[in-house]
């Protein structure tokens, strides 16, 4: 049993396709509070399908924030996160905090040391790296500690240690006191099985094109971007790609939903390393409401 106070902070975090959304909006409509994004996908304009952003008639149940409210050609950040969910952790209604992104739920519970921005010229540079040579060029200590296949968290890395000649791990060690410590709220990670979540991520994309995906990246395709952040919504690429020309649409479902599916392995992989101090269900029960104790 998980006792959730109708005052206290809530966490939700899980694999894509998880049922993570669904379950802030039960617990907002039967106790109260503001759905706050901690995704780092849906932070941005454009990409509302593909992203999975919550539907209008979510909407109407409950006050949502932090979704769709940066342009999708602008940069964003853990600490831009930060800083915009920092009003809302002291606001008139408690924060059901939802995401799927790790990065942006360690920071919050653990703290995010102050490192300077990346020069565009530095970045610049970096994105004609070759993988393997990024990773060579980092620390042990901080080769450690991130996901070396993840190439947005290497090059990260990489350009931290170039731009301040202080390596990523360094910086993390002097890390300040979190916004928001794992005792001061309730912290849900749902646990998803493999053959479960993978049929749910294929059904989810198909529904996403029944719901108008490939109209969103028609409309999106002039200002397409590989570069852009808001470019790493999972089937963009592949939808974009078919619009161009270069793959069928079959093709690009496929790729899409593998491309999903090789995503929530790396958050499974993540959530177990990371969220063994948080309470755990399992995604594939959560209908059964008696798994959750709503306190009044």
Known sequence: MIKIPPDKPVLIAGPTASGKSALALDIATRQ?????????????????????????????????????????????????????????????????????TGLNFHALTQGLADIPATPDDLRAQADQIPLPDLIAGLDPVTLLRIDQQNRMRVQRAWEVQQATGRSLADWQDATPAPLLPLDACVAITLDAPKDWLNDRISRRFDQMLDQGALEEARAMLPFWDPAHQSAKAIGAPELIAHLQGRMTLDDARDAAIIASRQYAKRQRTWFRARHKAWHHLPADHLDKSATILLST
């Not at 109407?60 to 409210?69: E, F, I, R, S």
């Open 32 to 100: 109260g509070g503001v759905i706050v994004n901690a995704d780092a996908l849906q932070v941005f304009a454009g990409w509302h399908l593909l992203t999975a952003r919550p539907h209008a008639d979510d909407l109407a149940q409950a006050d949502h924030v932090l979704y769709g409210h940066v342009p999708y050609d602008a940069p964003y950040s853990v600490g831009h996160w930060l800083r915009d969910l920092g009003p809302f952790l002291h606001g008139s209604q408690r924060p059901i905090i939802v995401g799927g």
